[in-house]
T-cell receptor
């Protein structure tokens, strides 16, 4: 259980175009999902917290008008990179939060990532 | 963007030996810590977690130790196997009740057959 998928797994686009990345929780519902960016040989950096039915919360330094997040259902969050430029090339990873309740811990399960290359 | 010349700390161990990966954290308000394994080109995979009211937790072949006094976390892997080769990240919550995670820099584990 607790499988998170992302689509596409990789995408190459021209500078100035927009790219949409989907994150789905396949066998559970997730009120909260997260979007991360990871540059080569670096750690994951949280970009934003996506909450179903409400506006996403962006981390400091992340442009909300450039990285549009929509969490329209309990199993799907999308990240759209608008007017992409080469510096946006990165590995984008989403995660979905499972709230365990009780004495169990709340856990994030990660998707496989999407490699974006902007030419 | 990409940082040319940036290298992850690397740990090389012989197959069958035990591995110890260390992590220092900075937020004394963190109450939950997780270790993730990331293979090349894939998303992080949950390994083991520990709450701040514990100092040790064991799983299958893995043990996490937490020293809150010096803000140090370690992951011990027993009888390391080639399939354990990956980058390992520690992560901490931002504070009590927070779901946002801050990831450490990562350590690359290479297992020598």
């Amino acid at each position: 259980g607790a499988v998170v998928s992302q689509h596409p797994s990789w995408v190459i686009c021209k500078s100035g175009t927009s790219v949409k990345i989907e994150c789905r929780s396949l066998d559970f519902q997730a009120t909260t999902m997260f979007w991360y960016r990871q540059f080569p040989k670096q750690s994951l950096m949280l970009m934003a917290t996506s909450n179903e039915g409400s506006k996403a919360t962006y981390e400091q330094g992340v442009e909300k008008d450039k990285f549009l997040i929509n969490h329209a259902s309990l199993t799907l969050s999308t990240l759209t990179v608008t007017s992409a430029h080469p510096e946006d090339s990165s590995f984008y990873i989403c995660s979905a939060l499972i709230l365990a309740g009780g004495v169990s811990t709340d856990t994030q399960y990660f998707g496989p990532g999407t490699r974006l290359t902007v030419l | 963007g990409e940082s040319v010349g940036l290298h992850l700390p690397t740990l090389s161990v012989q197959e069958g030996d035990n591995s110890i990966i260390n992590c220092a954290y900075s937020n004394s308000a963190s109450d939950y810590f997780i270790w993730y394994k990331q293979e090349s080109g894939k998303g992080p995979q949950f390994i083991i977690d520990i709450r701040s009211n514990m100092d040790k937790r064991q799983g299958q072949r893995v043990t996490v130790l937490l020293n809150k006094t010096v803000k140090h976390l370690s992951l011990q892997i027993a009888a390391t196997q080639p399939g354990d080769s990956a980058v390992y990240f520690c992560a901490e919550t931002r504070g009590a009740g927070s779901y946002q995670l801050t990831f450490g820099k990562g350590t690359k584990l290479s297992v020598i057959p």
